[in-house]
């Protein structure tokens, strides 16, 4: 399988960002509606038993050194541990980097289908009456922020404060997560790929971002960008024939079986090129060819 060109890769990614920004921005519903959201989800919770917002908010409030590390967990992680897995997947697992990549952008855009359609209030941002304080507007001296989320100070008005549901905080981690789990090869890139998730559900409702059930629907955006994986791959690689490009001979990524090439353990499978355009079939020889098996990065040997 051809290595994905880097450039293309940057302003796919980058085009991805834009509309999911922009998205945000078109997705404001109006205050009433989003507070009405947020209110029935803490209802909901409290109907539950499942409210564990107000206690971590309280002690994120009350011991500035678990609050303010926290604050900057939220601000910057999210924006920076994502990319760098993705740059990881590129030049350590390409085989599995394509896949990925579409899982991470189809659940991106199926979050934000969410904002459009559920605008919710994030705890935070509730009457003071229903227990919550803005850690960040707390310590804010303390960090670029101000009292509207992460944006600098200033910049708040670019960004959609009622974007809360789904936590793609959450959803990105997860995803970062399963990454590290599947293709990490040393146990301490295991071990952040489990505690870099659960890191982050604490860290959203401990700073009064997020609701717990926010939490669970950003892990159920992603499993439904899995589910779409194959499809959106498939659809992609049509495309590719449409505009006269060669595709991958096969099963790509994800295709054929939910998760083969993302968290499954086998590896995509192309036929090899004879010549004149003909293929050999799965396990088929050519008289005289010599089998290499694959290197150990999972980059593909190249055909004999």
Known sequence: MRRPRWWVELILIAAVYAAYSGGRLLARGDAGTAVGHGLALLRAEDALGLAAERPLNRLFTDVPWLGVPADFVYASLHYLVTPLVLVWLFCRRPVRYRAARAWLMTSTLLGLVGFVLLPTCPPRL??????????????????????????????????????????????????????????????????????????????????????LLDAVAGAAVMGAGLLLTPYVLRFLDRLRGLAGRSGPGGRTGLGGRLGEGVIGGESPRNSPVVSGGWETSAGERIPGQRSAPAAADDTPASAR
């Open 126 to 211: 509730l009457d003071p009456v229903h227990g919550f304080t803005d850690t960040m507007a707390h310590f804010s001296a303390y960090g670029w922020w101000g009292a509207e989320a992460s944006a600098p100070r200033g910049l708040g008005g670019l960004t959609n404060q009622y974007a809360a549901m789904p936590s793609l905080h959450v959803g990105w981690a997860l995803w970062c997560g399963v990454m590290l789990w599947r293709y990490g090869r040393t146990p301490l890139l295991r071990t952040l790929g489990v505690a870099y998730p659960l890191l982050t559900t604490v860290v959203v409702m401990g700073t009064a971002n997020h609701y």
